[in-house]
C-alpha cells in the first residue's frame, strides 16, 4: 500500500467496478469526511451499500474498513487546515453531549495507544534516558506542552535535560550546538508536523545521537530518524488534536525513568521539599484566608 493512499486510489481507478469507482471519487473528492463516515453512511452518500464500502477496503488491501478508515484520518490530518478541523469536529460532535463524547473518545485513544505500544521500544528508549550524557527534547506548537511536561520532570531523575526552545530555526539548531554520540534526542510531533521539528531531528541525526520519536503513526516523518519510535494516537477533537494519549504516554515515560533513577530522584525531590518548606511555596492549612482575613 502506498504512503500517499489518494494517489494509490487514482491510479486503481480503471480496474474498479462502477460502485467501486462512486466510493473511490467520494474518496478523493471528499476523504477528509470519508475519513470519519462508518462504512453504512459512506455507502449511503455515494448510493451503495455498506458491504460494498467494505469490499473495496479489502480490494484496498485493508484488513476491513476501520484500517483504511484510519489511513484516511493519517493522510488527512496533516494536510486540513484548522478552519477544516473545526467543519469536521462540529459534524462528528452535532446534537451530542460533548462532555461525554469528547472523555469518551480519549478514553479510546488511551485505550488504543495501551493495546498496540510496543514495550520493546518503550523499554529501550526508557534504558536510553537514563544512559545519556544529555537528554534533548523538542515540540514544537501544541507539542511544546508536551515537551516541557517531559522535561520538567525527567530533570527530577536525570543530570542534564535540556528543553530545546521552538524558535526560529537557526535559534532551534544553535542549541543543539553540543549535541553528540552520547546524547538522546527526544522528538515529538503530531499532525500537522511542523517543519522545524523535521529539521532539528535530521540534524539530531547527523549528530549520531540516539532519536526518541514520539509521534502518530509508523507514516509519520519521524519515523525514519527514530531508534525508538513511541506511538501515541492523536485525532481530531475539535479545531485542535488531543493530546490526551501522548501525555500519558510521557506520564509512563517519566514514571518509569523515575523508579529505575530512583536514588537520584529521591535526593532532588528531598531536597526540592527543604527548599519549598525555606520559602513557603504551598499554602499550609493554617495559612490565613486568600482575602486577608484570619481565621
Not at 534516558?129 to 536525570?158: E, Q
Not at 535540556?162 to 530555526?169: A, G
Not at 529505575?260 to 520559602?279: G, I, Y
Amino acid at each position: 500500500m502506498s504512503s500517499n493512499l489518494i494517489a494509490e486510489i487514482e491510479k486503481r481507478m480503471p480496474e474498479f467496478s462502477k460502485s467501486q469507482r462512486y466510493i473511490a471519487k467520494y474518496i478523493i473528492d471528499h476523504y477528509e469526511k470519508a475519513a470519519f463516515m462508518t462504512a453504512a453512511k459512506l455507502g449511503n452518500a455515494v448510493g451503495v451499500s455498506e458491504s460494498t464500502v467494505v469490499r473495496f477496503a479489502d480490494e484496498m488491501g485493508f484488513e476491513g474498513y476501520p484500517e483504511m478508515q484510519q489511513a484516511l484520518r493519517s493522510y488527512g490530518r496533516n494536510r486540513l487546515t484548522t478552519l477544516q478541523r473545526l467543519n469536521i469536529s462540529a459534524d462528528r460532535l452535532e446534537g451530542g453531549n460533548l462532555l461525554k463524547s469528547v472523555m469518551t473518545q480519549d478514553i479510546d485513544r488511551i485505550r488504543y495507544t495501551l493495546e498496540n505500544m510496543s514495550e520493546e521500544s518503550f523499554n529501550a528508549a526508557v534504558d536510553k534516558i537514563i544512559s545519556a550524557r544529555r537528554v534533548y527534547i523538542f515540540g514544537a506548537m501544541s507539542s511544546d506542552i508536551l515537551a516541557r511536561f517531559l522535561a520538567n520532570y525527567l530533570s527530577l531523575s536525570c543530570d542534564s535535560v535540556v528543553h530545546v526552545q521552538p524558535i526560529n530555526s537557526s535559534g532551534i539548531l544553535q542549541q543543539l550546538i553540543n549535541l553528540g554520540k552520547e546524547d538522546v534526542f527526544i522528538s515529538i510531533s503530531f499532525p500537522r508536523y511542523f517543519k522545524n521539528t523535521l529539521t532539528a531531528t535530521a540534524y539530531a541525526k547527523e549528530c549520531g545521537a540516539n532519536i526518541i520519536a514520539i509521534t502518530d503513526s509508523e507514516a509519520s516523518p519521524l519515523a525514519e530518524y527514530a531508534d525508538q519510535l513511541l506511538l501515541a494516537r492523536s485525532d481530531i477533537i475539535s479545531y485542535a488534536d488531543s493530546l490526551a494519549a501522548p501525555l500519558s504516554l510521557v506520564n509512563a515515560l517519566v514514571a518509569e525513568v523515575g523508579m529505575k533513577n530512583s536514588d537520584k530522584l529521591e535526593k532532588t525531590l528531598a531536597r526540592l521539599e527543604d527548599l519549598w518548606e525555606k520559602n513557603e511555596a504551598y499554602k499550609k492549612e493554617d495559612d490565613s484566608d486568600v482575602s486577608g482575613e484570619m481565621t
